[in-house]
């Protein structure tokens, strides 16, 4: 079983920079892709970023990609999500997951089995 609690959202002005972290307890979390989604108001759960379990492969929504860096830490259960060049269409509630998703897999929310609460970010224009 793993329990993740994000933090680092808040609200910034278009252009500007914030890094998400997600702490992860559970002795699974080593062996875990982890995963970043988004939720804005009146739209559904879309894929952000995705990270493997090693790290040594990232994959991104095309919406993020050059702006958008995931990371992990294993020896700290932590997860991350460097945001730059933020946009107001980058405003939603962003979700940390983690899970085993089958390869070409790792952009559907459904391949994932631990969620966090989630954080809002806001950009303003």
């Known amino acids: 079983q793993v329990q993740l609690v994000e933090s680092g959202g808040g609200l910034v002005q278009a252009g500007g920079s914030l890094r998400l972290s997600c702490a992860a307890s559970?002795?699974?979390?080593?062996?875990?892709?982890m995963g970043w989604f988004r939720q804005a108001p009146g739209k559904e759960r879309e894929f952000v970023a995705a990270?493997?379990?090693?790290?040594?492969?990232?994959y991104y929504a095309n919406s993020v990609k050059g702006r958008f860096t995931i990371s992990r830490d294993n020896t700290k259960n932590t997860v991350y999500l460097q945001m730059n060049s933020l946009k107001p269409e980058d405003t939603a509630v962003y979700y940390c997951?983690?899970?085993?998703?089958?390869?070409?897999?790792?952009?559907?929310?459904?391949?994932?089995?631990?969620w966090g609460q989630g954080t809002q970010v806001t950009v303003s224009s």
């Open positions: 997951t983690g899970g085993r998703p089958s390869p070409g897999r790792y952009d559907n929310p459904n391949e994932y089995g631990y």
């Open positions: 559970g002795r699974t979390f080593s062996s875990s892709a």
């Open positions: 990270i493997t379990w090693i790290g040594r492969s990232t």
